[in-house]
């Protein structure tokens, strides 16, 4: 039986040429309008800030296209829409001009064609403008606005008719977290105390453990030979009712001891084995959100971690107080001594100590949160943001300046700075 090929080639006519080019470049048109859509509705707060900020002619024609969320939107589905079925007709047509088929001609034509539409078409406009999306939304802005005003009757149309449009712009006008923070920053509140908790709401999902817990050097603990009677020495001055417990060094946390378990056994002496009522410690990575901490609170019935780094050492601790704190604000009860981390000398002077949380400092003396950005690095206490500026250990009298800032190392505890002078210029 002779053979029958599928496919046999008949020639590169001229007009298929044309027809070749011309589909590229839709396809180009494709790309721009797809990644578009992309860059545009990943645009945040902060982009768009920025560009109100910096003017240039492709961010003003950025945020022109942003008053309308609706025509932009449908303007992107019409010429997208548009473009993809003229590539169709296109390639049915070059396909038809050079290939011959006896069978699977239907097969072959939606293969080509959907493998170019979804690969250069789709997937990688998208993906580029999403990991850019300002600097795409900025590329094709000005391209964009010619190709709205060219379709603005069936845009009109379309946003008269769909139910699509109002579905996507309603989902770029969601709030944010950062339109959120600028809307309390806003708030007129009578009562301070509300304006802390509806500050703390907004900021509780992007908290750090690492920033809200007791560092290492601040711990409690007990060492694992300790004798009963220092046990309860330590309960009672500490008043904690949850202690850690190491062995050798505070890099080896073997558990917890609760203070409640101890109870039955307050009258027992030294000879008493208080190391057999230590329960499981909980350990938690320094960069883990304190909103997902809260979560494993709850389901492992747990009230204080152990913060630790790559490497396993302790950090810090954790507990379900200093959660809470970041909502409602400080938490005081009757075994709390009233302690305030700064004393105001002056007008314009202030003494802070060196483990002040640099959030704290900048809420006491009114400064915006992102003033020390610059140069904090990754300190998250005054202390810290000495050593950012010195880029070694300072000494006692050592001044730095920052900001119109001037900070002066009062007291230090071997390497560690204990009390900081703060004058404002």
């Known amino acids: 039986m002779e053979h029958v090929p599928w496919i046999i080639f008949n020639g590169f006519p001229a007009h298929i040429l044309f027809f070749g080019i011309l589909a590229f470049v839709l396809l180009c048109i494709s790309a721009l309008v797809s990644g578009a859509e992309t860059s545009f509705f990943s645009l945040s707060h902060n982009d768009v800030q920025r560009f109100k900020q910096h003017p ?9 296209l942003l008053g309308n969320v609706d025509f932009l939107l449908a303007t992107i589905l019409v010429v997208n829409n548009l473009v993809n079925i003229c590539i169709t007709i296109l390639m049915a047509n070059i396909v038809d001009a050079l290939f011959t088929f006896t069978r699977f001609e239907f097969l072959f034509k939606t293969v080509v064609v959907t493998f170019l539409l979804l690969l250069f078409g789709e997937v990688l406009p998208k993906v580029l403008a999403q990991t850019l999306p300002a600097r795409f939304a ?5 391209p964009l606005s010619v190709l709205r005003w060219i ?5 009109f149309i379309l946003v008269r008719t769909s139910s699509r449009i109002s579905e996507k712009a309603a989902h770029k006008s969601e709030i944010s977290l950062d339109d959120l923070a600028d809307a309390v920053d806003m708030t007129q509140t009578a009562n301070p105390e509300e304006h802390v908790m509806l500050s703390g709401i ?9 920033e809200i817990m007791k560092p ?19 309960i009672i001055a500490s008043g904690f ?19 409640k378990d101890l109870l039955p056994y307050i009258n027992h002496g030294d000879e008493f084995d208080w190391q057999q009522l230590i329960r499981k410690p909980y350990f938690v990575p320094e960069h883990k959100k304190i909103n997902d901490l809260l979560g494993d609170f709850q389901t492992n019935k747990v009230h204080m971690a152990i913060v630790v780094d790559e490497y396993g050492s302790t950090l810090g601790l954790v507990s379900l107080e200093d959660i809470i704190e970041e909502i409602v604000g400080e938490i005081s009860d009757e075994s709390d001594v009233d302690e305030s981390f700064y004393t105001r000398l002056n007008a314009k002077s202030y003494l802070f100590e060196g483990k002040t949380h640099i959030g704290d400092f900048e809420r006491i003396l009114s400064l915006d949160e992102e003033t020390f950005s610059d140069v904090r690095g990754e300190a998250e206490t005054l202390a810290g943001l000495m050593l950012e500026l010195k880029r070694d250990f300072p000494a006692k009298g050592d001044i730095f300046t920052s900001h119109d800032i001037r900070f002066t190392v009062k007291e230090m505890d071997a390497h560690r700075i204990d009390k900081i002078r703060v004058d404002l210029k």
């Open 151 to 155: 379709f603005y009757p069936l845009s």
């Open 202 to 210: 907004v900021n509780f999902v992007n908290t750090e453990v690492q």
């Open 216 to 234: 290492r050097v601040d711990i409690t603990a007990l060492d694992f030979t300790d004798s009963y009677e220092k046990v309860k020495q330590t």
């Open 241 to 259: 009712s949850r202690i850690p417990v190491f062995e050798e060094d505070i890099d080896n946390i073997r558990g917890t001891l609760y203070v």
């Open 56 to 64: 240039s002619a492709s961010g003003d024609a950025v945020l022109r």
């Open 138 to 142: 900025q590329f094709v802005a000005r």
